[in-house]
């Protein structure tokens, strides 16, 4: 596209210098003559730009004439101006100096404000009330003048933390009365020291004063004990502290020894509940005798600052206040030293107060932190003896009956989980914890241990021990179970305890007359307990493994039994089978010596229906010897004996219907007639 573009534009130049030549005869050999042609084309050019030029210079001349008149009234109004603004600017003068007049009496008010506001806060510092300062001379602790007291202190903290400037410190009268003041707070100091430490060691004595009744002596003194701690005497604060921490802890220790040398196992609950009850109202006692919380606003600011930050935050108002005063001075004259700039007092004020606020805060939270610091200390101090006794309550319920061990695990846990927010209650319960569980475990153990041991018995017979309680066992587990989180922890002994009763179950039939019977009792008396507790998942997975084994000793014994009614014509026929399975024909066995037809007609003669009935009724009674008493089992190994036995009998029919076909031999009773001995016989029995 762009070679076609360049292409026709240089075409039509071509175009254009052709037709600008052509007007010359440019063949003709004359050059003079085209020379002279040429000139007088270029002179007649020349004359119409010397006519062009004429006529525009009368235009510019009309163009110069107006500008030269618009200059003339830009100047008079110029003039104009400068004379309006020479009549405005004494007017501009005088506002200005009204401005600064103004600024500088607000400035002049301010300053007048403050120092009014200096004024009363000295006047208010020196005027101390003389009641306050006798109460707190010759302090008299009745309880009925401990309120006075109380007023006097905290009146006294006022006074010494009121803010002021340095300036005013320095007065002689302001130097003499903080010294005053001083005095004041340390003799009270020294006398509620003193005091303090008597009425705990009063109250201490456990065989005048119950725990309750301590704490109401002392609690009326709890402002006094704040008022240690907050007018810089923290040395007489903790003498207190430690004298009390000395004195509880001895009362402690000697209640908990006492609880744990009368602790009876089944009152574990009830004793662990009252250490952590002592250990609470302990806790509440000193965190607001002691250790009470900082007072918060609704804004979250401390209502109730101590004393450190409430210096502190007005010293720092003071500072920005001051500096904002000076920022603009009068002299004697009237005029301005300064300017003012009131934006940028009060943006430096709203930062003050941003970082006043900031550090306020930051200064409360690490004064909580640092008491609750000291109330842990101090409640662990306390109570040292609390987790060894716990211990020691453990200890004797586990050789008082071993299985308190996993009931005390129990509670414990689901102790913990109610458990309020002290931090002291949570060790001591995370300790108790941590110490029943190795009870727990070394129980599990010693349990499965105790169970797979083999017997010092010769013989065993009927249900065994652990057979008969398992249950028993169970039971007193899911009874305090609950909600425990520990269920995986349940689930696991049992698991372990219910693998050594099978243990000791297999193990019990080396040493039994008749294993079977051993086996197929225990085993049913073991699954009939474990459908008692098909809520637990863990025992009920394993009621079909024991059913199974309880179905296999019980047939093996059935089939024990079914030899004695018809001996030899078991015999006959299990020779029989074994001859099938070995590759015998069927048509064949007939032809084999002792097998022929007249040999089994023999063998069917000799057990004639009375017969039976008279071999079934010795079972009957062999059955009723051998089986262990109140197990009742008497009646499913009979229904057994009695179906197996009718399977035995179609089992025969059927073989002399195969091997012996068209020989007319039959067994001399029939399925109607052993329905019949066995119902007789079972009801003869029963009466």
Not at 145 to 165: D, G, R
Request: aromatic share 8%; glycine share 4%.
């Amino acid at each position: 596209v762009e070679l076609l573009a360049w292409g026709l534009l240089a075409f039509r130049f071509c175009d254009k210098m052709e037709q600008l030549l052509s007007a010359y005869q440019w063949d003709q050999t004359d050059v003079g003559q085209l020379t002279q042609k040429l000139q007088d084309e270029l002179d007649a050019l020349e004359a119409a730009n010397v006519q062009a030029i004429i006529t525009s210079d009368a235009v510019v001349d009309t163009l110069l004439d107006e500008l030269n008149a618009a200059i003339k009234q830009a100047e008079t109004l110029e003039g104009q101006i400068q004379q309006y603004d020479d009549i405005i600017e004494p007017i501009r003068a005088e506002v200005g100096f009204v401005a600064e007049q103004e600024a500088l009496l607000a400035v002049q008010q301010s300053n007048h404000t403050q120092l009014g506001r200096e004024v009363e806060g000295v006047v208010q510092l020196l005027d101390f009330p003389s009641r306050y300062c006798d109460a707190l001379g010759s302090p008299n602790y009745a309880s009925s003048k401990v309120s006075l007291l109380c007023e006097a202190t905290e009146a006294l903290l006022t006074n010494m933390q009121m803010p002021i400037k340095v300036e005013w410190r320095q007065l002689a009268v302001v130097v003499e009365h903080e010294a005053k003041m001083k005095r004041l707070c340390a003799s009270f100091a020294i006398s509620l020291h003193e005091h303090l430490e008597s009425e705990i060691k009063r109250a201490g004595n456990v065989k005048h004063f119950s725990h309750a009744e301590r704490f109401d002596v002392l609690l009326v003194y709890t402002q006094l004990v704040q008022f240690l701690q907050e007018s810089g005497h923290s040395k007489h604060f903790h003498s207190v502290v430690e004298l009390y921490t000395s004195v509880l802890s001895s009362v402690y220790s000697s209640e908990l020894r006492k609880l744990v040398a009368a602790f009876e196992a089944p009152n574990f609950e009830r004793d662990l509940n009252a250490i952590i009850a002592l250990v609470n109202n302990e806790h509440a006692f000193c965190s607001r005798f002691f250790f009470p919380p900082l007072a918060t606003s609704p804004g979250g600011d401390s209502a109730t600052p101590s004393p450190n930050v409430s210096v502190n935050a007005s010293v720092s108002a003071s500072a920005s206040v001051s500096a904002s005063v000076s920022a603009v001075s009068v002299d004697g004259k009237g005029g301005r030293q300064g300017t003012v700039s009131p934006t940028l007092t009060v943006t430096d004020m709203e930062s003050g107060n941003t970082s006043m606020t900031e550090d306020a805060d930051a200064e409360q939270s690490h004064t909580e932190q640092r008491r609750r610091q000291q109330l842990q200390q101090v409640i662990a101090t306390i109570f040292a003896d609390a987790s060894e006794s716990v211990n020691a309550m453990l200890d004797v319920a586990y050789h008082q009956e071993p299985k308190n061990a996993t009931l005390a695990y129990i509670f414990i846990d689901q102790l913990a989980l109610q458990l309020p927010q002290v931090v002291f209650v949570k060790q001591l319960v995370g300790t108790a914890l941590v110490a029943v569980k190795r009870l727990h475990d070394t129980f599990t153990r010693e349990t499965a241990d105790q169970i797979r041991a083999q017997s010092t018995r010769k013989k065993e017979d009927g249900i065994l021990h652990w057979v008969a309680t398992f249950s028993d066992f169970v039971d007193g587990i899911e009874s305090k179970v609950m909600e425990t989180t520990r269920r995986k922890l349940i689930d696991k002994m049992y698991e372990e305890v219910l693998k050594a009763v099978l243990d000791r179950i297999e193990s019990a039939k080396k040493n039994s007359k008749h294993a079977n019977i051993l086996l197929f009792e225990n085993y049913h008396s073991l699954y009939d307990q474990l459908s008692r507790h098909r809520r637990v998942e863990v025992l009920d997975k394993q009621r079909p493994k024991v059913k199974k084994l309880y179905r296999t000793h019980l047939d093996a014994y059935v089939k024990s039994l079914l030899a004695q009614p018809m001996e030899k014509i078991l015999q006959f026929f299990a020779e029989v089978e074994r001859r099938l399975s070995t590759g015998t024909a069927a048509d064949e066995v007939k032809f084999d010596t002792g097998y022929r037809p007249q040999d089994l007609k023999a063998i069917v003669r000799m057990y004639q229906g009375k017969d039976v009935r008279k071999g079934l009724e010795h079972v009957y009674k062999c059955i009723e010897r051998q089986l262990s008493t109140g197990e009742g089992l008497l009646v499913v190994v009979w229904r057994s004996v009695q179906e197996e036995f009718l399977a035995m009998y179609k089992r025969f029919e059927k073989l002399i219907e195969t091997c012996y076909p068209g020989a007319g031999i039959h067994l001399e009773f029939e399925v109607t007639d052993l329905l019949e001995y066995f119902t007789t016989i079972a009801q003869a029995h029963a009466m």
